[in-house]
């Protein structure tokens, strides 16, 4: 990450997040639900610890999967700012990226149409969505989202 990154925007999906292994895992209060959101929590606090230990003096995280209530915020470093629910606007599902300088995804998932883990592109009821001849996952389109605030994606790497 580069030295100048202080602010942080984190959107962190549930399919892609280390506990949650199949479908019912990111179906809304079933039981393998609550596990899968202890898993997607323990996830971004780990990814929050590291990140102001790198000096990020500043992290928004926002949950992004479906509703936006998936995220046991206790479990995360009180200096990041949990961001639920879902949003309209001027970013549809996130609202305002604020001043972040850059943007993490954390659990995103398959695209619609490929052969990978849960798989979708915004709901399960869109066959598949391509551009140019690829299928388009939903990463892309909220990284493209975001490209006129200036945020790209940026991943950490511990040394």
Known sequence: MGKHLTRILILADLEGSSACWSYAASSF??????RACLGMSKDVSSVVGALFEAGVES???????????????ELIDARARIVSGYRQGP?????NPGSAQAVMFLGMHAASG???FL???LTSRI????????????VELFAASLAPWGL??????SV
Do not use: M, Q
């Open 127 to 138: 066959a598949c969505l391509t551009l140019n001849g690829r299928y388009l996952a939903e």
């Open 59 to 73: 992290i928004t995280v926002k949950d992004f999967h479906r509703s936006g209530y998936n995220l046991f915020a």
């Open 114 to 116: 490929s052969d990978g």
């Open 152 to 157: 790209r994606p940026s991943y950490y790497r």
């Open 119 to 121: 798989a979708h592109t």
């Open 91 to 95: 970013v549809a599902g996130i609202g």
């Open 29 to 34: 209060l079933t039981d393998e639900w609550a």
